[in-house]
C-alpha cells in the first residue's frame, strides 16, 4: 500500500494526515512536563531517604555530595530512561498515545496503519531514547521528511498521525 506525502487512506477508509514537526514537538512538551514532575517526586523521595533534607529544606551539599557530582549527568539519564521506558511504551502499546498526544489528537500507527504492538514500541522506544539523549538534532528530520517521520519512526516503521475530530473523541484509530 503506498501513501500520499501528508495524508493516506485508513483501512476504515479514513483520510489521516501525518503529523508534522510543531505538533509533535508540543506533545514531547506536555510528555516532558509529565515526566518532569515525576523526576521531580522521585529525585525528591531519593533525597529525603538519603537524609539530604531538614525539615522540609534541602541541606546544602558537603564535600561528601560534591564529590559525586560529575555523576549527577548519567544518574539523571538512567532515571529518566528507567521511568521513560514504562511510561511511553506503556501508551504507545496501550492507546498509541502518550498523554502529550492525546491531548493534541495525534496517534502513533504502524506504516501500514494498525496498532503498534510492544515490539514495535521497544523498538521505536530505542531510537527515540537515543534521539532524546544523544542526538536531539535528528528531531529536526521530522521537519523535511516528506511522512514526517523521526528516526525512531523509521526504525519501527511507525508513522504519527493526527486523527480526526470525531474519531479522536469516540475511540482510537484502529478499533
Known amino acids: 500500500m503506498t501513501f500520499s506525502h501528508t495524508q493516506r487512506p485508513h483501512p476504515t477508509g479514513i483520510t489521516v494526515e501525518y503529523a508534522g514537526f510543531w505538533i509533535r514537538v508540543g506533545a514531547h512538551l506536555i510528555d516532558a512536563i509529565i515526566l518532569g514532575a515525576i523526576f521531580l517526586a522521585i529525585m525528591l523521595a531519593i533525597a529525603y531517604a538519603q537524609g539530604a533534607m531538614d525539615n522540609g529544606q534541602i541541606v546544602p551539599a558537603t564535600a561528601t555530595t560534591v564529590q559525586y557530582l560529575p555523576y549527577a549527568p548519567f544518574a539523571n539519564v538512567l532515571v529518566l530512561a528507567l521511568m521513560s521506558l514504562p511510561y511511553h511504551v506503556g501508551f504507545w502499546v496501550w492507546r498509541g498515545q502518550t498523554p502529550g498526544k492525546m491531548a493534541l489528537n495525534i496517534k502513533i500507527v504502524r506504516s501500514d496503519g494498525i496498532r503498534i504492538g510492544p515490539g514495535t514500541a521497544i523498538i521505536r522506544f530505542i531510537g527515540w531514547f537515543f534521539t532524546e539523549v544523544l542526538a536531539w538534532v535528528l528531531y529536526l528530520w521530522i521537519a523535511i521528511d516528506a511522512r ?22 469516540m475511540m482510537s484509530i484502529d478499533e
Open 148 to 169: 514526517k517521520q523521526g528516526l525512531h519512526d523509521k526504525l519501527a516503521a511507525t508513522c504519527v498521525v493526527k486523527l480526526p475530530p470525531k474519531t479522536a473523541r
